[in-house]
């Protein structure tokens, strides 16, 4: 099993340009979840989808959209990229019922 | 997470002594509080967990508490080594309908001085 993977692995933007990062996940999870990670500032929610077919917001969801496009997979898009989305943005997913998340190993990303 | 203050942000301890980290939140609601240690350019990963019907939990060299009364749980590594350099994350989850949405902990830098 390849767990959560995602794609890419770096990327650079200009400001106003637009990517969709991909994430997919090998494991049967219901829940996935888009975070950033920033320093000092932990892991922050972006969007999660509970089950297929549903998306709600999480705690930074401005400038961002998702789309959970079947079970295995969750993309998350910058319409617009700002300077301020420069991060490091990681997928997870997990059990409902689980609770424990696995992570992928991450987008470096970089908007100038 | 807006829910979780972990403190301290940075621990340097010496080989083979104990590091404790210290997390508060304040949903009484939450029942769910995960630690994941995340090492230089990798991934999160789970280390230990606890639920709110437990008060201690141990896994070789690691151990979690939680006082449920008080709102805090802490991490515990006794016997320090230089693998466990990384970067600590406490987190406590909120159930929200069906699924649990895990709010973090800005995350602790521990380094073990050989």
């Known amino acids: 099993n390849a767990g959560v993977t995602q794609t890419p692995k770096f990327q650079v933007l200009k400001t106003g340009q637009s990517m969709t990062l991909q994430c997919a996940q090998d494991m049967n999870h219901n829940s996935m979840y888009w975070y950033r990670q920033d320093p000092g500032m932990g892991l922050r929610l972006i969007y999660y989808s509970a089950s297929e077919g549903t998306t709600d917001k999480g705690e930074v969801p401005n400038g961002y959209n998702v789309s959970r496009l079947n079970k295995r997979e969750f993309s998350l898009r910058l319409e617009s990229a700002a300077p301020s989305q420069t991060s490091v943005y990681f997928c997870?997913?997990?059990?409902?019922?689980?609770?424990?998340?696995?992570f992928g190993p991450g987008t470096r990303l970089t908007v100038l | 997470g807006e829910n979780v203050e972990q403190h301290p942000s940075t621990l340097s301890v010496q080989e083979g002594d104990s590091a404790v980290i210290k997390c508060t939140y304040s949903d009484s609601a939450s029942n769910y509080f995960p630690w994941y240690k995340q090492e230089l350019g990798k991934r999160p990963q789970l280390i230990i967990d606890i639920r709110s019907n437990v008060g201690e939990k141990k896994d070789q060299r690691i151990a979690v508490t939680l006082n449920k009364t008080a709102k805090h749980f802490s991490l515990h590594i006794t016997e320090t080594q230089p693998e466990d350099s990384a970067v600590y994350f406490c987190a406590e989850a909120g159930l929200l309908l069906n699924d649990y949405k895990l709010s973090f902990g800005a995350g602790t830098t521990v380094t073990v001085r050989a």
């Open positions: 997870a997913s997990g059990l409902s019922e689980g609770n424990e998340q696995f």
